[in-house]
């Protein structure tokens, strides 16, 4: 599976954004998928997951609420909806897959768990 991020850029404080993660594979339908993120000097961190069907998500406590993670099977993609931005969401998000979860409800939120990466895109939130 082959992950293209994109939708990044500079935003100002209290505004939106949504992020697309473009994959690539046969199996992506089946597959549970992860954003994460990287701000600057920090270690990288899981942000949302969503199951291969789109039932079941789960999110960080720092973005539950203002984030919405989504899912296309059929466009091969997955989105990241951004409200209510803050300064601290300011990072570099990356997508990843998770076989693990294969066909299941199971959520995965370590890092170490997915399988594939996306390049990363870049968000700058301004105050």
């Known amino acids: 599976v082959q992950l293209q991020a994109s939708g990044g850029g500079l935003v100002q404080a209290g505004g939106s954004l949504r992020l697309s993660c473009a994959a690539s594979?046969?199996?992506?339908?089946?597959?549970?998928m992860g954003w994460f993120r990287q701000g600057p000097g920090k270690e990288r961190e899981f942000v949302a997951v969503?199951?291969?069907?789109?039932?079941?998500?789960a999110y960080a406590d720092s973005v539950r609420g203002r984030f919405t993670i989504s899912r296309d099977n059929a466009k091969n993609t997955v989105y990241l909806q951004m409200g209510s931005l803050k300064p601290e969401d300011t990072a570099v998000y990356y997508c990843?897959?998770?076989?693990?979860?294969?066909?299941?409800?199971?959520?995965?939120?370590?890092?170490?768990?997915?399988?594939?990466w996306g390049q990363g895109t870049l968000v700058t939130v301004s105050s």
């Open positions: 990843a897959a998770n076989s693990r979860a294969l066909y299941t409800g199971s959520l995965y939120r370590p890092a170490s768990s997915y399988d594939y």
């Open positions: 969503i199951n291969w069907s789109g039932g079941s998500t």
């Open positions: 594979g046969r199996t992506f339908s089946g597959y549970a």
